[in-house]
Structure formats: C-alpha cells, structure tokens
C-alpha cells in the first residue's frame, strides 16, 4: 500500500481534542511524526497510544522554522504536512496513493477547506484555496516568514479534487488566531518596506468581503458563509491597520 512509503508531519501544542480526532485517521500511514512546542494537556499520551507515531519536543521557532524541524525528522522520502485540526476526504487519500505509484512528479496540491464556524463543511460549490500539502521531502523547504508558511517545491506537481478539512473555525478560535496571525503579517510587511496608505485601509475590507462572499461563493452557505465573510474581512483590515500602527511608530521613534 501506498501509504506506508509515506511521513506524515504535525507541529502542536495543547491539541488533545484534535489530535483524538486525526491521529485514528492516519494508521495506514507509515510514520507519524509530531513535533511539540510544549503542551500542557494530554497531546503527548494521546499521540504515543498510536504505534505509528514519533513524539519530538522542540521549542517554539516560529511557524516556517517550526514545520521545516519536522519535516525533516521525516524518514521516507514523501512528506505529508497536516494541521491537528485538519481532516481529509478519500478523493484526497486516493489521489496521494496514485502519485506515489506513478512517480512522475515532485507534489500534490489539494483543495484546503475551511468548515463553517468548526460544525459544518461548506457548500460543495464553495471556492477553496489550493495548497501544496504533498511533496517529496528533500525538493521542497519552507522559507523563513513569520506567518502564512508555504512549501516552495523543485520540480512539477500534480493537482488533486480532494479536500482537506480544518475544523479549527470556531468564532473563539478565529479571532484569536487573526489577532495573532495579523501582528505577524503585519511584522513581515513592515520588514519588507510596505507602507500603509488611505486606499488600502479603506478598500482592503469591501475587496475582502467581495472576493470571499461572492467570488468564492460563501453565499451559498447561508448565515455561517456570512459570519466566515465578516471574519475574513475583519482580518483583512487588522494587517493594515497593524502595519499603519508599526509605520507610524517608527516615525515618531
């Protein structure tokens, strides 16, 4: 099977509730390897009931450094890269196992799903982002940035219709993560020479409404596709208005 030539890698802290939910998904799967930053619940017991999976403690190095760590305690020469919150469909699972057997390219993108508000999947007409989740490990690496890592890949890839799913949307969840995720990004732009400007405060939350309402069909799924469209829209401002704040700090510094 497919599966067993296969690592599978996950960076966590205090995820006892997801991981309970992923880690039964993934005994096909030849190596598990999680990588903790220092939990205080139960993460470390639930992950080593499952003979699959190798338990590692690193400090926190930030999310980009945090995830290239982990893949590379991988042992086989595939890498899957899943969040403890996440989940995946069949289609998904299926289209792995064909790149593997054909060994013609270097990844896999698939389709990565934000449920609605952490209970619901989406309308099956609902638009998803495509991400690079799949890869031969030692062609791809994650380049250093503080937030939104990505996997940059030598070679070609090949797309899947599978889905993962990331059930970490609840409203509490969210805001916390964009409160965070936005300093972040808001640091990465500063660093980077953006600015702010009037245009961008303005116009970044009725754009970001659009994009996500409409253009990627949130309207089809009723009030929660609403409350997931605000969200986004309300992040979309905080990195400006964060990157306002640290531009005109610097000024007055």
């Given at each position: 099977?497919?599966?067993?030539?296969?690592?599978?890698?996950?960076?966590?802290?205090?995820?006892?509730?997801?991981?309970?939910?992923?880690?039964?998904?993934?005994?096909?799967?030849?190596?598990?390897?999680?990588?903790?930053?220092?939990?205080?619940?139960?993460?470390?017991?639930?992950?080593?009931?499952?003979?699959?999976?190798?338990?590692?403690?690193?400090?926190?190095?930030?999310?980009?450094?945090?995830?290239?760590?982990?893949?590379?305690?991988?042992?086989?020469?595939?890498?899957?890269?899943?969040?403890?919150?996440?989940?995946?469909?069949?289609?998904?699972?299926?289209?792995?196992?064909?790149?593997?057997?054909?060994?013609?390219?270097?990844?896999?993108?698939?389709?990565?799903?934000?449920?609605?508000?952490?209970?619901?999947?989406?309308?099956?007409?609902?638009?998803?982002?495509?991400?690079?989740?799949?890869?031969?490990?030692?062609?791809?690496?994650?380049?250093?940035?503080?937030?939104?890592?990505?996997?940059?890949?030598?070679?070609?890839?090949?797309?899947?219709?599978?889905?993962?799913?990331?059930?970490?949307?609840?409203?509490?969840?969210?805001?916390?993560?964009?409160?965070?995720?936005?300093?972040?990004?808001?640091?990465?732009?500063?660093?980077?020479?953006?600015?702010?400007?009037?245009?961008?405060?303005?116009?970044?939350s009725p754009v970001a409404f659009i994009k996500f309402y409409f253009l990627k069909r949130q309207f089809l799924n009723g009030l929660e596709g609403f409350i997931a469209a605000r969200n986004y829209t309300h992040y979309?401002?905080?990195?400006e208005a964060k990157l306002f704040c640290l531009y005109k700090k610097d000024k007055s510094g």
């Amino acid at each position: 099977m497919s599966l067993s030539r296969i690592s599978v890698y996950i960076i966590t802290k205090n995820e006892e509730q997801n991981l309970s939910r992923l880690l039964p998904l993934l005994s096909d799967f030849n190596e598990v390897v999680v990588v903790d930053c220092g939990s205080t619940d139960k993460t470390k017991d639930i992950a080593e009931k499952h003979g699959n999976v190798r338990f590692i403690h690193q400090d926190w190095l930030g999310f980009a450094v945090q995830k290239e760590f982990a893949k590379n305690q991988c042992q086989n020469d595939w890498v899957l890269n899943l969040d403890a919150d996440e989940t995946f469909d069949d289609v998904f699972i299926k289209d792995i196992e064909k790149t593997v057997q054909q060994d013609k390219v270097n990844g896999l993108t698939c389709y990565c799903a934000e449920t609605l508000l952490g209970y619901k999947k989406p309308h099956p007409l609902t638009k998803h982002q495509r991400k690079l989740r799949f890869f031969r490990k030692e062609h791809g690496h994650y380049p250093k940035v503080s937030v939104h890592e990505k996997i940059v890949l030598a070679g070609k890839t090949d797309v899947s219709n599978g889905k993962i799913y990331n059930w970490g949307t609840e409203i509490e969840d969210i805001l916390t993560k964009q409160n965070l995720y936005s300093s972040l990004a808001a640091k990465d732009k500063f660093k980077a020479g953006k600015k702010p400007s009037l245009i961008k405060l303005i116009g970044r939350s009725p754009v970001a409404f659009i994009k996500f309402y409409f253009l990627k069909r949130q309207f089809l799924n009723g009030l929660e596709g609403f409350i997931a469209a605000r969200n986004y829209t309300h992040y979309s401002f905080q990195k400006e208005a964060k990157l306002f704040c640290l531009y005109k700090k610097d000024k007055s510094g």
